[in-house]
């Protein structure tokens, strides 16, 4: 389980462990929190009041400190993973659904013709299609694209790092996506 780790101003910095979260709480580096309570710690009891340290963990933080990520700048790293994600398992080329093993990243522009590994120049094919389409452009295949690819926003990316995403914090997310965004559809 994951925590999504926030900047005070609300933009994504992280996907944290629980225990990284913990040692943001007992740090007093938590601004705010939302979502809900993912689980408690327990800790030693005070020497004093008798009284045991508990730290409760939300699924969502906001941390004290300057983000380290500026929305403007951000180039979401490229997997097969993200790549599939974004695309949602669907074929650029024959529009079927396919399951992951069953899929390659493939190149618009290939690399045999001067293409780069990048957002904009990869869609997700099946092994068939990928195959037919060779190191040929799909104008030189005859074969259109059926969608477009582009880049990932800072928020969409979130969503495509991390399979096991709360309701809370999917809801979060997904209340900043783009209205065009494929993920919000």
């Known amino acids: 389980m994951k925590v999504l780790k926030l900047s005070a101003q609300g933009l994504p910095q992280s996907w944290i462990s ?14 705010w929190e939302s979502g809900g309570e993912i689980a408690v710690f327990r800790g030693g009891h005070n020497a004093i009041t008798g009284q045991q340290s508990i730290i409760a963990v939300n699924s969502i933080i906001g941390t004290r400190g300057v983000p380290s990520i500026n929305p403007f700048d951000l180039r979401p790293g490229l997997t097969n993973a993200k790549l599939f994600a974004r695309d949602r398992n669907i074929c650029a080329y024959c ?4 399951h992951e093993t069953e899929l390659t990243r493939e190149h618009i522009i290939p690399f045999a013709q001067n293409g780069v590994d990048h957002w904009m120049n990869v869609v997700t094919a099946c092994r068939a299609c990928n195959h037919r389409k060779s190191s040929r452009t799909p104008e030189q295949a005859k074969m259109p694209l059926l969608y477009t690819p582009y880049v990932p926003t800072l928020w969409e990316d979130f969503i495509l790092r991390n399979r096991r995403i709360l309701d809370d914090q999917m809801e979060f997310l997904m209340a900043h996506l783009p209205r065009n965004s494929r993920l919000a559809a």
């Open 18 to 31: 629980l225990e990284q979260a913990v040692i943001h709480y007992a740090s007093n580096e938590v601004r």
């Open 95 to 98: 529009g079927d659904h396919f």
